[in-house]
């Protein structure tokens, strides 16, 4: 590590990584007859066989809009599922503190988010162990240091924080240490709207300029099959009336809890993503809303979650055929089962990114860091996913085209035989020329013996410490504490806001 | 390793490996304009900068061709380039022993070679040493095994072999233990014409039969920039003569011996390539021959090969749009710098793996076990590789396409909150309705520490030495050695042959 310590983790290329866009046309799996027979049994599904909404105020606003609800049961009438389909906004800003952490979320953007919702961290120093609100606070650093990752995810669970207090907690340390867009769950009204107006006083904007722009994200599950529960569609509804961007995304593990054909999964997945975004238009015509997909299959000898397979890059696909038959941008996810930042590890969540970029995701999250199908946020993890993602990164940059780029002067004067190490075009380009390896050692077998033998498991602990000393406090994060402290305070000295069931 | 070693390894999905075509369409990074740019650059630097030839006999080829020669260097007129590309077939069978092995070579087909050309190997049992015939042996039958290995290769080079009979050793390792395509290096008149009539006797056919099928390829490797060495050159002629077939390769690493943008690697790839096929087709007109690139950057600071860059992967889309330009099937690479098969490892091998696949390629080498940028074959990482090459098989399988595959019966029935672990798709179809990882481990944390904590690396390990012990000679080998055994007596009585230099 003595010599990658010598130079500051973080890529001068890196500005370039802000704002990508896909570089490859997205790819089909499945046929479009397929595809849109998938799309019509899932509108016959809701209309027919309906969803479970757990909560009263949800199924009020399907009733008001005509359709039929029969105890929790909402059957839910095509004409209404396509009025929302095409009332949902297509393209939207997601904002961050400044112009240039803007994400444009549309079809076309390529956006990674972190791995997000685990209840553990694991790294080499301290092991694996419950989430913490130190775990936290590193991950949302390392998170807002690498330009690659375009939006903060609750990377592992703060449980050393109440939970009527551990959104305020989340909220802090997202927007006092990061630009970039926060993300928060959707655990009830109190909470949620507890976090808007923290993120409409950090932001310094008017509850009418925060309702007009989009602020902040949430992933709304449902609880496949066809149940959404209560604070999921509360989230749904509050999201969409203070105008702030909802990811709906059903976990579809073919075989458990979704049926074990790729097509029943994703019929199931539509069929409640649709449902989702229905609420939401029904709520506030126009509010921002993703669809969404996670859809990969289990382990039918032992029911365990995988990743990173076959079956989840082709449902991954078909996913992003399901959202461009019906316009939206949307959202999927690569990750890993693996319990270790291992070439299993590697390979599945990069397998993975590669099903989001052949589908053309706007959207991938749990794109860095992602262990245990999700039970840790590993930090070696993180560093070596990073590596994957930046190379998409380098991918999405503009391609050579001129005729300079021919590098004729070089090709013409280097003898046959010789070697172009002090070329013109060499001595011209040699200092940016290629992307730098994060984690990746080049060194021979003999230098890289002698430097230890590391694997990048082991070389990735120094990184992810060294990025944390790198690490800077954005300008625009100083006077966040005066904005928000004064209000935090005062709600905690009310006790602070329930967690809704 | 107890549960894994109770099953066979050897998926039983497998034989669906065998013959595959590429389910995306190929991509590209380039603009048309800008390969075209290169196209002709191309064929501007062989006709007025020329390549050094140091093989006479080539150069009389080509002299009577009407290039023109002046001492080693020829200047190969368009036309002559030109008509070459046109006389060229663009698609033949590569044949095994038996027809379900042969390998449609096209443009469209997916097919996978394992590491090549490594002069050491590497395992966990016994360290890296100089290759062996232990180690080749050892490979073969591993290369063997996997049905989504689709030829051999020379995985580590027999060093314990004294050259002037390596090539014995190598083709009957090949040849009675696989019933797949043989490779054999090109190294002088001498061993390639034993080769071809080792293989002739073992395929049972006539020196006309032999000729008119092709049943043995050959990497030829130029020395860039600009040369083609004597036993490369007495390759492309000797195979051409013979109908076998020449992957021209030129191995541009950009900002070493090759320009240092990637136009200009692409450029002196193409040319170098181009003046091997046409050497090819001068030989003997319509002669079986692949288009072929493996371009990939150094490390500026260090001067190291790096594999699996985001340099590396836009090269390899690069080459895939250049060969489709001249319409032909092409070769690429994957492969890793990796000293481990670690998450680095993993990762640069299955980001190469996606290139080739984005690029559309023919033919991928080294697509499983290249570790130190080729300079070891490693048998753990064979294994982890070919769960990326499992995978993709699994992607080129068929879609799900039918009404039975919506699995309404398991979605109408199945009640909103409920399960599918026993819905009867799920019965139906359990057995086999998901890739069996080969080498993942979807354990969860705590049965997986009950298991040892391995990782992928470490059960690598057992899953190799299992599938040598799974390994089973096909029977279409058991009278190869009868029939080629006297003949390499006889001539291993006399000396053998000496290679070229």
Redesign the interface.
């Known amino acids: 590590m003595t010599r990658r310590a010598r130079r500051q983790i973080s890529p001068p290329r890196a500005l370039r990584y802000r704002q990508l866009r896909h570089?490859?046309?997205p790819?089909n799996?499945?046929?479009e007859?397929?595809i849109q027979?998938?799309h019509n049994?899932a509108l016959h599904?809701l209309e027919e066989?309906g969803?479970?909404i757990l909560l009263p105020e949800a199924r009020e606003i399907f009733a008001q809009a005509g359709a039929r609800v029969d105890d929790d049961?909402v059957f839910i009438g095509r004409d209404i599922v396509l009025a929302a389909i095409a009332s949902a906004p297509k393209s939207f800003a997601l904002k961050g503190a400044t112009a240039d952490r803007d994400q444009q979320y549309e079809l076309g953007a390529q956006i990674f988010g972190p791995a997000g919702g685990c209840p553990n961290a694991t790294d080499a120093l301290r092991g694996?162990r419950p989430g913490s609100s130190e775990t936290f606070l590193e991950a949302t650093k390392l998170q807002h240091h690498f330009d690659v990752i375009h939006l903060l995810g609750p990377s592992a669970e703060p449980q050393d924080i109440p939970t009527n207090e551990r959104h305020y907690f989340m909220m802090e340390a997202q927007l006092l240490h990061s630009d970039k867009p926060p993300s928060i769950y959707a655990r009830g009204r109190a909470q949620t709207m507890e976090a808007f107006e923290i993120l409409a006083l950090a932001r310094g904007v008017s509850d009418a300029e925060f309702k007009d722009n989009v602020w902040i994200k949430t992933v709304i599950n449902t609880?496949s099959?066809?149940?959404i529960d209560r604070p999921m569609a509360q989230g749904i509804i509050d999201f969409a009336r203070h105008g702030q961007m909802t990811i709906i995304t059903p976990f579809c593990l073919?075989?458990?809890?979704?049926?074990?054909?790729?097509?029943?999964a994703l019929?199931?997945q539509h069929a409640e993503s649709l449902a989702g975004i229905t609420l939401s238009q029904l709520t506030r015509t126009g509010a921002p809303v993703s669809y969404g997909g996670f859809a990969s299959?289990?382990?039918?000898k032992?029911?365990?979650?995988?990743f990173?397979?076959?079956?989840h890059?082709?449902l991954t696909i078909g996913t992003g055929q399901l959202a461009r038959l019906i316009g939206f941008p949307f959202r999927v996810a690569a990750g890993s089962?693996?319990?270790?930042?291992?070439?299993?590890?590697?390979?599945?969540n990069?397998?993975g990114l590669?099903g989001a970029a052949?589908a053309g995701a706007t959207l991938t999250l749990h794109s860095a860091g992602w262990l245990?199908g999700g039970?840790?946020f590993g930090f070696e993890k993180f560093i070596?996913d990073l590596?994957?993602l930046?190379?998409f990164a380098?991918?999405a940059q503009p391609?050579?085209?001129g005729?300079q780029?021919?590098?004729?002067a070089?090709?013409?004067n280097?003898?046959?035989?010789?070697?172009?190490?002090d070329?013109v075009?060499?001595m011209e380009?040699?200092?940016d020329?290629?992307?730098?390896?994060l984690?990746?050692?080049?060194?021979?077998?003999g230098a890289?013996c002698d430097n230890g033998?590391m694997?990048?498991?082991q070389r990735a602990t120094g990184i992810w410490q060294q990025a944390l000393r790198d690490y800077e406090t954005p300008e625009t994060c100083n006077d966040v504490a005066s904005r928000i402290e004064g209000y935090i305070e005062k709600r905690r000295a009310k006790g602070g806001a329930e967690i809704m069931n």
Chains 1, 2 share one sequence.
């Open positions: 570089p490859f046309a790819q799996y499945f046929s007859d397929h027979a998938i049994q599904l066989k969803i479970k049961m694996r609880n099959p066809r149940l073919a075989g458990a809890m979704a049926p074990i054909t790729l097509s029943g019929t199931l299959n289990v382990n039918m032992s029911g365990s979650p995988a990173g397979t076959p079956e890059v082709k089962a693996s319990n270790l930042a291992d070439a299993q590890g590697a390979n599945e990069t397998m590669w052949q245990e039970l840790s070596n590596e994957a930046q190379t380098e991918l391609a050579e085209e005729a780029d021919l590098a004729l070089s090709l013409n280097v003898a046959p035989g010789g070697h172009f190490f070329a075009d060499t380009r040699y200092a020329a290629f992307y730098e390896p984690v990746a050692d080049l060194d021979n077998f890289w033998a694997s990048s498991m």
